[in-house]
């Protein structure tokens, strides 16, 4: 099946009681057993649940995975990663990711004696530089978070494997529509379907996808263990969610692409971020290994920090809020608000400065949006 028609089918078939078309809520935390130990698949809901089994096998087949795990948020899905690992491994990650990852990598696991390298993985040589005996996990986001950064998946995963180090991708930005770094080589994936996947701005959760049984069976342990499992109710929004996804990009790229290019001509802004550009430093990469370039954009504006606060509060269809991949547009200050957990410091070494936005640009008729853009530019 094609993408589209697994996003409607795969993991779930109708009802076998009931024929309902859409996979039922399952809001039980246990079922009845006919003898101890002697049940139909399920004994209890933090173990496993027919809602989330459909949701884990609808994003395995999205990712060309052969198992899917769901977590409540996608820090949870991280995390459960993360518990592979032992006191003592090192991990090389991208300088320019998602500042809950960052938090949790240095206010978490750091004090268990994990060991983090941030190096700018758009460029592998850094990669290779930054592996040591050590190294255990490559962690990527590619487009990255805000920066929109492009790292050459492919060619990562395989200076991390001549070292026998495992890669997980966060892509969450590009989602399984426009990339799939599985088939690029990666060992794991990581989502929040907080975002595109859920696509409507009404759920939290994660996921890791992957091929590997045996690790599988492990991150699965985890999962149950730790108990970070999203609910039956959750799981069905997702479920909803990737219904449309493929559409749902279409529409967001095309969008994104608009705008993109009209704040590169815009005369208040210094620089954009947008695989799409020619002008981007990773816009080959990205044509090789995505088929679309998303609905992300992050730009500098000219002008103040005070400005920006202007512009970032003078809108009126781009809400000002974190989070990103609804069908509304978003917008946020990541100084201020989703990195603000990075040092000062060390967001400038990447680049992201106190003037930088960020857009996550919806499916609304992008000429409201360009004018509601040009609303915040006013106010400046």
């Given at each position: 099946?094609?993408?589209?028609?697994?996003?409607?089918?795969?993991?779930?078939?109708?009802?076998?009681?009931?024929?309902?078309?859409?996979?039922?809520?399952?809001?039980?935390?246990?079922?009845?057993?006919?003898?101890?130990?002697?049940?139909?698949?399920?004994?209890?809901?933090?173990?496993?649940?027919?809602?989330?089994?459909?949701?884990?096998?609808?994003?395995?087949?999205?990712?060309?995975?052969?198992?899917?795990?769901?977590?409540?948020?996608?820090?949870?899905?991280?995390?459960?990663?993360?518990?592979?690992?032992?006191?003592?491994?090192?991990?090389?990650?991208?300088?320019?990711?998602?500042?809950?990852?960052?938090?949790?990598?240095?206010?978490?696991?750091?004090?268990?004696?994990l060991e983090f390298t941030f190096v700018d993985t758009t460029?592998?040589?850094?990669?290779?530089?930054?592996?040591?005996?050590?190294?255990?996990?490559?962690?990527?986001?590619?487009?990255?978070?805000?920066?929109?950064?492009?790292?050459?998946?492919?060619?990562?995963?395989?200076?991390?494997?001549?070292?026998?180090?495992?890669?997980?991708?966060?892509?969450?930005?590009?989602?399984?529509?426009?990339?799939?770094?599985?088939?690029?080589?990666?060992?794991?994936?990581?989502?929040?379907?907080?975002?595109?996947?859920?696509?409507?701005?009404?759920?939290?959760?994660?996921?890791?996808?992957?091929?590997?049984?045996?690790?599988?069976?492990?991150?699965?342990?985890?999962?149950?263990?730790?108990?970070?499992?999203?609910?039956?109710?959750?799981?069905?929004?997702?479920?909803?969610?990737?219904?449309?996804?493929?559409?749902?990009?279409?529409?967001?790229?095309?969008?994104?692409?608009?705008?993109?290019?009209?704040?590169?001509?815009?005369?208040?802004?210094?620089?954009?971020?947008?695989?799409?550009?020619?002008?981007?430093?990773?816009?080959?990469?990205?044509?090789?290994?995505?088929?679309?370039?998303?609905?992300?954009?992050?730009?500098?504006?000219?002008?103040?920090?005070?400005?920006?606060?202007?512009?970032?509060?003078?809108?009126?269809?781009?809400?000002?809020?974190?989070?990103?991949?609804?069908?509304?547009?978003?917008?946020?200050?990541?100084?201020?608000?989703?990195?603000?957990?990075?040092?000062?410091?060390?967001?400038?070494?990447?680049?992201?400065?106190?003037?930088?936005?960020?857009?996550?640009?919806?499916?609304?008729?992008?000429?409201?949006?360009?004018?509601?853009?040009?609303?915040?530019?006013?106010?400046?």
């Amino acid at each position: 099946m094609r993408f589209n028609t697994r996003a409607i089918h795969a993991g779930q078939p109708p009802d076998p009681s009931t024929g309902a078309i859409m996979t039922p809520i399952y809001q039980t935390s246990t079922y009845v057993q006919e003898a101890p130990g002697k049940h139909k698949g399920y004994d209890y809901s933090r173990t496993a649940n027919p809602t989330r089994a459909a949701l884990e096998a609808n994003l395995a087949a999205l990712e060309g995975a052969a198992f899917g795990l769901a977590f409540a948020s996608g820090c949870g899905a991280a995390n459960t990663i993360l518990n592979l690992l032992q006191k003592g491994d090192h991990v090389v990650a991208g300088n320019d990711l998602y500042g809950g990852t960052y938090r949790l990598f240095t206010k978490v696991y750091a004090k268990f004696g994990l060991e983090f390298t941030f190096v700018d993985t758009t460029r592998p040589e850094r990669i290779e530089e930054a592996c040591r005996r050590e190294t255990r996990l490559l962690w990527l986001e590619s487009p990255s978070n805000p920066l929109l950064g492009v790292t050459d998946l492919a060619a990562a995963a395989r200076i991390a494997h001549a070292r026998d180090v495992r890669v997980c991708v966060d892509n969450t930005f590009a989602t399984p529509f426009l990339q799939q770094p599985l088939a690029l080589g990666a060992d794991f994936v990581v989502h929040s379907t907080t975002k595109y996947l859920g696509g409507h701005s009404d759920v939290v959760g994660g996921a890791i996808l992957l091929n590997d049984k045996e690790v599988a069976d492990r991150l699965r342990f985890f999962q149950n263990a730790v108990g970070a499992v999203p609910g039956p109710q959750d799981c069905w929004l997702v479920l909803r969610g990737t219904k449309t996804l493929g559409v749902r990009m279409e529409r967001h790229c095309q969008n994104g692409g608009r705008i993109a290019q009209w704040l590169a001509e815009h005369p208040r802004v210094a620089r954009v971020n947008y695989p799409g550009l020619p002008s981007h430093p990773g816009h080959e990469v990205a044509r090789r290994q995505m088929r679309g370039f998303g609905g992300m954009i992050s730009f500098e504006l000219k002008g103040t920090l005070e400005q920006s606060v202007r512009f970032v509060t003078a809108t009126r269809l781009f809400a000002l809020a974190e989070s990103l991949g609804g069908v509304e547009s978003l917008l946020e200050h990541p100084a201020s608000m989703t990195h603000a957990s990075i040092p000062r410091e060390e967001r400038l070494k990447t680049g992201l400065t106190d003037g930088l936005i960020r857009l996550s640009v919806g499916i609304e008729d992008v000429e409201d949006l360009v004018e509601d853009l040009e609303r915040g530019f006013g106010a400046m």
